[in-house]
């Protein structure tokens, strides 16, 4: 899934996230882009469009089974375009409310200079009144219901403008430019589970294709500049580093060593481009698995929504290249210390701490361990006054899902199931234990796979899906319904409130047909669920056409829910 630096030691990747290993104090290696497979969608579910076949490795699919190591690949540096750009029109947002973050060091440091304007065509000229000012003014609730609307075949949205999709009201707006510049790296949203929009929503992060990660502004959808020739602890953001935005600063950004290695967390000045070192976690992860030296949550984790508590993953480096499992650990960011423990001996898919930061999730597949299952964070028993095992089982194995706050503010897994009749998508509350089936991924004889995001803690009680690659199900070898066989849920993302009598909003058609895995959707929600952003090949032909879009909607387009 993730992208890393050129490898300076013999040391091999972890199987799933392809990662390549390097000191983070090596300026100027150039970076390389292997990525995780798609997860699959059901018994008859193909496993379609994988990036290992790109790059002729053996990856672990996101619940999928386990494949054996491999050598990292290495790509090329950034391209002349990854350069500052001048301003565009305004996309307006809505600054949240947040709980208190913990306390952090201060941080001080030097801004850099401007770099030369890149090649994409400057949008300046556009009236900033124009970009979809007018398409939310005039917004009406999204359309709430499972009826099956039409499928526009409307263009591509040209780069930097507003357009209105036709059936559901919300504003897209594309924000890269790929196919106009092969020669730069390919900018991508990087998951669903990843909250790609910052405190008050002006700024937003892209993945690219060389493993650096790129900041827009989320006012405008245009590139500011990448993230690397920094000040202070490390260089640059690099591969996969987990960057994790602050609660409530919108300058600050958090972030791991690549890969992991050497267990500190560092935090990002935006105004200074300086990094700090905010958590030193190894010595204390020593003190438990002597060896450990990889402190990360595999791609998919996040803190609790006040950025206190996290939830990692500890695994050694051994000269055989392989990365075994110590442990799984809860660390308090304002305490600095760790909370509780848990010695494991498979690695997981990833794990993540709850919203709230009473629970740790580790999501195993059933090749590596238990499933998924969700832990006190400090691992103690019993797990609640219903439960007195130390964990309550969640799923028999590691699926699309992510972890939101129901209405109530309550923590609650979101996830599908494949193997019950329906292929529900259910939540189930962390502390009750109960699950409710929200909606069937099965209908009219159909299958699809789909991403969940819940990071929209500011908007509690909804969830944002994305879906992609319908099929029929005694057919797997068609990807992409256009006809009459096409569901209500195919090709679209829609909002679905945490509910027991679930209200479903459509919000847009995304139009993807994902040849490989960077063409997923995997759309991700602000946290005032009023922004998102997508990946899409818009009906396109192959991966030449993958690009990136934000859609906006309004604070009363869900309704009072």
């Known amino acids: 899934m993730k992208n890393a630096d050129r490898p300076t030691s013999s040391i091999t990747v972890h199987v799933r996230t392809a990662l390549c290993t390097a000191q983070d104090n090596n300026p100027g290696t150039p970076l390389c882009a292997p990525r995780r497979t798609p997860r699959q969608t059901g018994a008859t579910r193909a496993a379609h469009l994988a990036m290992a076949s790109l790059l002729g490795l053996g990856l672990v699919a996101c619940g999928g089974p386990a494949a054996s190591g491999h050598e990292p690949h290495a790509g090329t540096p950034p391209s002349a375009t990854d350069n500052l750009r001048p301003g565009t029109p305004n996309i307006s947002g809505n600054t949240p409310s947040t709980p208190s973050p913990p306390n952090t060091p201060g941080t001080t440091g030097r801004t850099p200079a401007p770099a030369t304007p890149g090649k994409t065509p400057d949008k300046a000229d556009i009236n900033p009144a124009a970009l979809c000012v007018a398409e939310l003014a005039a917004m009406p609730p999204l359309p709430a219901g499972t009826e099956r609307r039409p499928l526009p075949d409307n263009a591509r949205p040209p780069f930097l403008s507003s357009t209105l999709d036709p059936i559901h009201g919300s504003c897209i707006v594309r924000v890269t430019d790929n196919a106009e510049h092969p020669e730069a790296p390919a900018r991508r949203n990087d998951y669903s589970r990843r909250q790609a929009f910052n405190a008050n929503d002006t700024y937003f992060l892209l993945a690219a ?95 609790s929504a006040d950025g206190r508590y996290w939830c990692f993953m500890a695994r050694a480096m051994v000269d055989n290249g392989s990365w075994p499992m110590r442990g799984v650990f809860t660390w308090d960011l304002q305490e600095q210390r760790i909370v509780g423990t848990l010695n494991q001996d498979g690695t997981p898919d990833h794990v993540s701490m709850s919203p709230s930061g009473k629970y740790c999730v580790v999501s195993h597949t059933t090749a590596t361990g238990p499933g998924t299952r969700s832990y006190r964070r400090d691992f103690q028993a019993p797990y609640s006054d219903s439960t007195p095992d130390t964990w309550l ?41 109960q699950r409710t089936p929200l909606f069937s991924t099965y209908p009219g004889r159909t299958e699809t796979a789909l991403h969940i995001s819940g990071k929209a803690y500011n908007r509690p009680g909804w969830v944002l899906v994305s879906t992609y690659a319908e099929h029929p199900a005694d057919d797997s070898s068609v990807q992409g319904l256009h006809d009459e066989r096409r569901q209500w849920l195919h090709r679209k993302m829609f909002a679905v409130s945490l509910t027991e009598s679930p209200d479903i909003r459509s919000i847009a058609y995304i139009n993807s047909d994902a040849f490989k895995y960077e063409a997923e959707p995997q759309a991700t929600v602000n946290r005032n669920f009023t922004r998102m952003l997508f990946n899409s090949t818009w009906n396109g032909s192959s991966m030449a056409d993958q690009e990136v879009f934000l859609t906006a909607i309004t604070p009363q387009a869900l309704g009072s829910r």
């Open 209 to 303: 294709s060389d493993g650096h990660w790129h900041l827009h502004d989320a006012t405008t959808g245009r590139f500011i500049r990448v993230l690397n020739n920094l000040n202070g602890a490390t260089d640059r953001l690099a591969g996969d580093a987990e960057p994790q935005w602050h609660p409530t600063d919108p300058d600050l950004l958090y972030f791991l060593p690549r890969d992991g290695i050497g267990m500190q967390i560092y935090q990002l000045d935006l105004k200074t481009n300086q990094v700090s070192v905010v958590a030193d976690m190894g010595p204390q992860i020593q003190q438990h698995w002597p060896d450990a030296s990889v402190a990360s949550t595999r791609s998919e984790g996040s803190p």
């Open 393 to 433: 089982q969640l799923h028999t194995t590691s699926e699309h899902s992510d972890i939101a706050l129901d209405p109530h503010g309550r923590d609650v897994y979101v996830s599908v199931d494949y193997q019950s009749n329906g292929g529900d998508v259910f939540m189930q509350n962390l502390e009750t234990g």
